[in-house]
């Protein structure tokens, strides 16, 4: 590992212990001291994972970065390049600037984001708890989650980026902040398309009145703002601005690519337009049914009710849809951490959930199943349902202590 990667990973690391600090969680020798330690542990875990190259690397990432170095760099921004959205791509063109490894450069920014969406997971959790233990312990149970290791550090994705925006939305909502919410959900859908397992949460926000509807004004500003850059260089508005509908027709024709999606319960289907088509229905109407149960007890939805009902769109929506691939749970990988910490009891379904995302993980980076997918689907199964069993009882139990109180 080169010395400038060293000092990327020092330098991370600094900035996580500051930032803990100015959070006021270190103010014993003992959580300074072991919050140190289990930091240095994280980023010792990762930096053994920074030299190897996958083939998303090899045929993808790297390439990327040459096109921008042999184009102009920054000015390279006005031509296509890669299939990820154009603030992705800044990074990627400012990396072609820098005359050292971009394997490294790539990694160590996914790194940083791996710090931020385990603080955004602790903000979460500092919603229900302002005790330093449960914080704490959110922050680097993230950290420390297979897939959140693996994703950046050994693959070289970035999925920590629009994780950690998607993360903090549900965050600032909860928190009163609904214009950082709405700006932080259009980040995140500006780095990957993947942020709309998500979005229907903000149906629930605006009838609980955690958003009301101008904040959303702040979404369509915001993602015209980030692709600005792109355009000023020449690349088409509309075009850029449209990316992800333009891309609708290169999912691909597999139900399923190493996710443990529903269609991981089936063989060879013959008919996979019926089943594709199924599936978006079965999507459609189970975020449809969730939000309108919601909205019939939206009076009795307390912030871990709403949580819940963002981690069961953010495993529902791709456990339903067909042509899901390996990563596409990461963001319910998250939330599932601070959702445990929350209501403890339920601490198997971040367990259920990090299951099911590693097979897919596994199948891809060694290149076989470590099991069948169906069990991760299984597993996902046994989630949605503790999850929803949750969900229901919280709001019924509200409703019964708000008529307890008012026949009091």
Not at 45 to 73: H, I, K, M, P
Not at 82 to 99: E, H, I, M, Q
Not at 217 to 243: C, H, I, K, N, S
């Amino acid at each position: 590992m080169e010395t400038f990667a060293v000092i990327g990973l020092i330098i991370i690391g600094i900035l996580a212990l500051v930032m803990l600090y100015l959070e006021g969680l270190l103010k014993t020798k003992a959580r300074l001291f072991v919050s140190a330690a289990l930091i240095l542990a994280a980023l010792t875990l990762r930096g053994v994972c920074l030299s190897y190259e996958t083939l998303d690397y090899q045929n993808f990432l790297t390439r990327w970065v040459a096109y921008f170095a042999e184009n102009g760099g920054w000015s390279a921004l006005g031509g296509s390049v890669g299939n990820y959205n154009v603030p992705y791509l800044y990074f990627l063109a400012l990396f072609s600037y820098s005359g050292v490894s971009d394997l490294y450069l790539i990694k160590l920014l996914s790194i940083f984001f791996d710090f931020v969406l385990a603080w955004g997971v602790m903000r979460l959790t500092y919603v229900f708890y302002k005790t330093p233990r449960p914080l704490l312990a959110a922050f680097f149970v993230t950290l420390f989650l297979p897939t959140v290791v693996l994703n950046g550090a050994l693959w070289g994705q970035c999925d920590s980026i629009y994780a950690a925006f998607a993360v903090f939305s549900i965050y600032f909502a909860l928190d009163g902040k609904p214009t950082l919410s709405v700006i932080s959900v259009a980040l995140s859908f500006a780095f990957k398309l993947q942020a709309v397992f998500i979005m229907p949460i903000f149906v629930l926000f605006l009838y609980t009145r955690r958003v009301r509807w101008y904040h959303l004004a702040a979404f369509p500003v915001t993602y015209v703002l980030v692709v600005l850059p792109a355009v000023a260089q020449g690349r088409e508005f509309w075009d850029t601005l449209l990316l992800y509908f333009n891309q609708a027709s290169s999912v691909g024709d597999s139900l399923n690519y190493n996710s443990s999606s529903v269609f991981a319960f089936f063989g060879n289907v013959e008919n996979t337009e019926l089943a594709s088509a199924l599936g978006i229905a079965a999507a459609a109407a189970f975020t449809a049914g969730l939000l309108a149960l919601m909205f019939y007890r939206r009076a009795n939805i307390t912030d871990a009710a709403a949580l819940a009902c963002a981690l069961l769109l953010c495993i529902g929506i791709p456990f339903l849809l067909p042509h899901m691939h390996d990563r596409y749970f990461f963001i319910a990988d998250a939330l599932s951490v601070a959702f445990a910490f929350i209501v403890p009891k339920l601490f198997a379904v971040p367990m259920c959930v990090s299951f099911a995302s590693l097979l897919g993980y596994h199948a891809y980076l060694k290149m076989r199943y470590l099991l069948p997918m169906r069990y991760g689907a299984a597993a996902l199964l046994a989630a949605l349902a503790l999850t929803a069993a949750f969900a229901l009882a919280e709001t019924s139990a509200y409703t019964a202590e708000r008529k307890s109180v008012q026949n009091n």
